[in-house]
């Protein structure tokens, strides 16, 4: 009988993270502080964050790096993930090819979001945090930080983007079951949300607001600092965990891809199931392809220019080397809101523009026709998210059929769609539609300050 899972067991969790850095030739450029225009030191970040995370955040030099044994006891919770032969998907499009999938659906928050959420309330404990905050726009970091938090006893205060506060009250319903407190994005809690409320009393909010409004009540609460969920090199380290345990268990299929996929909203998932594989292109070792799929509707890596900018809409953060639509960059309103980034982390960005990977950009409704087809052959509801990285594989494997080649693909499902069936629902009405942006508002986004 072929095999469809293949399952590690629990002694096989990784010991060690990988540090890409640590093997790329040409390093990313550093980070840049909004106010000096100096080059960001660790010391920098520790206000607002725990100083190991602040450490990873500037390693270049420690290819592996340790996971602390209370962070692999709890990733026993949902780890190993299972690797996947989408046998049924293949049949359906009658390739060559040869699909699997490293499914991070099965993680009790519905994403790989948690592989980084749990080592990062660990450091914070350790480091005497007692309230960490955070913002959410869909809602999966917000989850995935309160599932966290209870797991190591820390409070978590998450600021919501007040329009998916009201719209998709379930995964506000997730937080609060694990304990979490939720506010709606602006809010009277903070200076920054009150000055918006006051000056546009029915904002809606966005996640820029809901960022300052967390990092203003870390840095006023004793005790109390900040998490992100994306983009910085910590959180892509922490995912690798989703590449190390698929390289061994294609060892198990006896196969190796020949072609890697992962979405692409700030590059947390695509890092992982990537770097682990990359060390062995870097090396000389392997040749691959490495191809991370974002929205046509939000295209940094396609269609966006390398240049430093901030990371968030207002222009808190540090400036950032990467690929970017800019700062003020607000994308469509798609279904996938975990992919609405204006830019890219700065290791991936680095890596992109040494064509060591690619891009593509994938219009809304090839997303869900894809999602649909791999919900009906494979039994699993992609996240609006992952659909992306589902039509990328398509789109290989048609190829591979045109080409008559048994292309070996492998791609990462980052999440279940469970709880974004409202999405699911207007794409089976007829009511969703793609959304291309024209070339001269990237431009002029560009030049904005
Ligand atoms: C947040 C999220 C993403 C996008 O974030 P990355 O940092 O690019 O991985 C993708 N898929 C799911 C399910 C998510 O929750």
């Given at each position: 009988?072929k095999t469809?899972?293949f399952?590690?067991?629990?002694?096989?969790?990784?010991?060690?993270?990988?540090?890409?850095?640590?093997?790329?030739?040409?390093?990313?450029?550093?980070?840049?502080?909004?106010?000096?225009?100096?080059?960001?030191?660790?010391?920098?970040?520790?206000?607002?964050?725990?100083?190991?995370?602040?450490?990873?955040?500037?390693?270049?030099?420690?290819?592996?790096?340790?996971?602390?044994?209370?962070?692999?006891?709890?990733?026993?919770?949902?780890?190993?993930?299972?690797l996947?032969r989408?046998?049924?998907?293949?049949?359906?499009?009658?390739?060559?090819?040869h699909?699997y999938?490293?499914?991070?659906?099965?993680?009790?928050?519905?994403?790989?979001?948690?592989?980084?959420?749990?080592?990062?309330?660990?450091?914070?404990?350790?480091?005497?945090?007692?309230?960490?905050?955070?913002?959410?726009?869909?809602?999966?970091?917000?989850?995935?930080?309160?599932?966290?938090?209870?797991?190591?006893?820390?409070?978590?205060?998450?600021?919501?983007?007040?329009?998916?506060?009201?719209?998709?009250?379930?995964?506000?319903?997730?937080?609060?079951?694990?304990?979490?407190?939720?506010?709606?994005?602006?809010?009277?809690?903070?200076?920054?949300?009150?000055?918006?409320?006051?000056?546009?009393?029915?904002?809606?909010?966005?996640?820029?607001?809901?960022?300052?409004?967390?990092?203003?009540?870390?840095?006023?609460?004793?005790?109390?600092?900040?998490?992100?969920?994306?983009?910085?090199?910590?959180?892509?380290?922490?995912?690798?965990?989703?590449?190390?345990?698929?390289e061994k268990q294609m060892e198990m299929a006896e196969e190796y891809p020949?072609?890697?996929?992962?979405?692409?909203?700030?590059?947390?998932?695509?890092?992982?199931?990537?770097?682990?594989?990359?060390?062995?292109?870097?090396?000389?070792?392997?040749?691959?392809?490495?191809?991370?799929?974002?929205?046509?509707?939000?295209?940094?890596?396609?269609?966006?220019?390398?240049?430093?900018?901030?990371?968030?809409?207002?222009?808190?953060?540090?400036?950032?080397?990467?690929?970017?639509?800019?700062?003020?960059?607000?994308?469509?309103?798609?279904?996938?809101?975990?992919?609405?980034?204006?830019?890219?982390?700065?290791?991936?960005?680095?890596?992109?523009?040494?064509?060591?990977?690619?891009?593509?950009?994938?219009?809304?409704?090839?997303?869900?026709?894809?999602?649909?087809?791999?919900?009906?052959?494979?039994?699993?509801?992609?996240?609006?998210?992952?659909?992306?990285?589902?039509?990328?594989?398509?789109?290989?494997?048609?190829?591979?059929?045109?080409?008559?080649?048994p292309?070996v693909?492998?791609?990462?499902?980052?999440?279940?769609?469970?709880?974004?069936?409202?999405?699911?629902?207007?794409?089976?009405?007829?009511?969703?539609?793609?959304?291309?942006?024209?070339?001269?508002?990237?431009?002029?986004?560009?030049?904005?300050?």
């Amino acid at each position: 009988m072929k095999t469809k899972k293949f399952l590690l067991p629990e002694k096989e969790i990784p010991t060690h993270w990988y540090n890409v850095v640590a093997d790329m030739q040409n390093k990313p450029q550093r980070l840049i502080h909004p106010q000096t225009k100096e080059p960001l030191k660790p010391e920098d970040l520790y206000p607002l964050f725990a100083e190991e995370l602040a450490r990873q955040e500037f390693n270049e030099t420690d290819r592996w790096i340790e996971i602390p044994e209370e962070v692999r006891d709890k990733y026993k919770i949902y780890r190993p993930s299972p690797l996947v032969r989408a046998y049924g998907l293949e049949k359906a499009l009658d390739t060559p090819a040869h699909i699997y999938f490293k499914n991070e659906s099965v993680s009790p928050v519905g994403s790989h979001k948690l592989n980084s959420a749990l080592p990062q309330v660990y450091y914070n404990k350790i480091d005497g945090t007692t309230n960490l905050t955070t913002e959410t726009g869909a809602g999966q970091w917000g989850t995935a930080l309160a599932f966290a938090g209870k797991a190591f006893g820390l409070e978590i205060a998450v600021y919501m983007v007040k329009i998916s506060y009201e719209q998709k009250p379930y995964r506000r319903s997730l937080m609060q079951t694990w304990g979490a407190q939720v506010i709606a994005s602006p809010s009277m809690s903070t200076k920054s949300g009150r000055k918006v409320l006051t000056e546009r009393p029915n904002y809606q909010g966005s996640l820029g607001t809901a960022i300052s409004e967390a990092i203003e009540l870390a840095m006023q609460t004793p005790n109390c600092k900040y998490a992100l969920g994306s983009v910085l090199n910590h959180v892509s380290l922490h995912q690798t965990i989703i590449g190390l345990e698929a390289e061994k268990q294609m060892e198990m299929a006896e196969e190796y891809p020949d072609i890697i996929i992962g979405c692409f909203g700030g590059g947390s998932n695509f890092s992982g199931i990537s770097f682990p594989f990359l060390r062995h292109v870097i090396k000389g070792e392997k040749s691959m392809r490495f191809i991370a799929a974002e929205p046509a509707s939000c295209p940094k890596l396609t269609r966006g220019k390398f240049r430093y900018d901030f990371g968030d809409e207002a222009g808190f953060t540090p400036l950032i080397p990467m690929y970017t639509l800019g700062h003020n960059f607000s994308p469509a309103n798609i279904h996938a809101g975990g992919l609405r980034y204006h830019g890219a982390g700065s290791i991936v960005s680095q890596l992109k523009k040494e064509n060591l990977i690619e891009a593509v950009a994938i219009p809304q409704l090839e997303t869900f026709e894809a999602g649909v087809l791999f919900a009906r052959t494979e039994g699993i509801i992609p996240a609006p998210e992952s659909t992306h990285a589902i039509a990328a594989a398509i789109r290989e494997a048609n190829r591979a059929k045109e080409e008559g080649k048994p292309k070996v693909i492998l791609f990462n499902l980052s999440g279940h769609g469970l709880v974004d069936m409202s999405a699911y629902d207007q794409y089976l009405a007829g009511d969703l539609k793609n959304y291309e942006i024209p070339e001269g508002e990237i431009e002029k986004n560009l030049q904005e300050e």
